[in-house]
């Protein structure tokens, strides 16, 4: 199976973090995480895991945010080709003893959660053969199950050290914390393009292109919760120049603010969360 549902589909192919410590992220998300970097200035630094492709990039934050702004990330995902990975990945972190912050079976995929130094969430993940995935009334089945340890950690050798997130690996996914669920998900459906593959569980909606688990997801179940340091903004992969225009079509029929720029189209969601639009 792998990502054949990434080559032709709407996905999440980029994410701008904004971080306290420029020298302090660098550390984890190149020592702990094992990206590389792919060029580094004042300004930010840039992450790779094939030493071409931008997938993350890190900002220091110069912005003064008042204490009840909310927080417009919950996690991103980090989707690795295999499950021997993702056990080669948790060797790794039991030898060097990094703290997770849990781990879960999703029926669709197996998880384990890290914070970074600012307190972003980040899934380390793999999926299950899609042949497994569950439907009902045509959602897909996801849940929080116990992480089966165990299998993961003996899907590798003790030999097979870990030494850098593997070269195709990809950000599988994007979790946002919003305030207004409904009208959060009319906008990436209706706009963006994403279907709706699960809405069953409380005051959360996971949406996808092609059938995937979820490229995107949404919820506010930390409405009420202290914030932590906001994304700048993500960048959205279209596999086509027809989906990318019947995206760019609505945009200007909703007349809904946009800017051309060298990233592609920069929009806004309904809570400001910032949106590069491009063309894989």
């Known amino acids: 199976m792998l990502y054949y549902y990434h080559h032709d589909a709407i996905h999440i192919s980029k994410i701008d973090l904004l971080v306290s410590d420029l020298s302090i992220s660098k550390k984890f998300y190149t020592d702990s995480l094992g990206f590389s970097i792919l060029s580094e200035t004042d300004e ?4 790779t895991v094939d030493h071409q492709n931008e997938i993350l990039r890190l900002i220091p934050n110069q912005i003064n945010r008042a204490k009840n702004s909310p927080m417009n990330i919950y ?3 980090i989707l690795l ?3 021997k990975d993702l056990g080669k990945f948790l060797h790794h972190l039991i030898i060097k003893q990094i703290p997770i912050d849990g781990a879960a079976d999703h029926l669709v995929s197996e998880a384990i959660y890290l914070k970074d130094p600012d307190g972003f969430g980040i899934e380390i993940s793999v999926d299950k053969d899609d042949s497994t995935w569950g439907k009902n009334n045509n959602q897909i089945e996801m849940d929080t199950l116990p992480f089966d340890y165990k299998g993961v950690y003996y899907a590798t050798e003790d030999d097979d050290l870990f030494i850098s997130l593997p070269s195709d690996a990809i950000i599988g996914h994007l979790h946002l914390q919003v305030k207004n669920v409904q009208k959060i998900k009319d906008f990436y459906s209706n706009i963006i393009g994403f279907d709706i593959v699960n809405d069953t569980i409380q005051d959360a909606v996971f949406m996808s292109d092609k059938n995937y688990h979820h490229h995107l997801a949404i ?3 930390g ?8 994304m700048k903004s993500f960048t959205i992969a279209y596999p086509t120049c027809e989906k990318f225009i019947e995206a760019y079509d ?3 029929q909703m007349d809904l603010f946009y800017k051309e720029t060298n990233q592609g189209i920069m929009i806004k969601d309904p809570e400001e969360t910032e949106i ?3 063309i894989k």
Not at 44 to 47: E, K, R
Not at 223 to 230: D, M
């Open 75 to 77: 996690h991103f995902a």
């Open 81 to 83: 080709p295999t499950r």
């Open 223 to 230: 409405k009420n919760k202290n914030p932590v340091n906001k």
């Open 276 to 278: 590069y639009l491009s």
């Open 219 to 221: 919820n506010s179940w």
């Open 250 to 252: 609505k945009i200007k």
């Open 44 to 47: 930010y630094i840039s992450l």
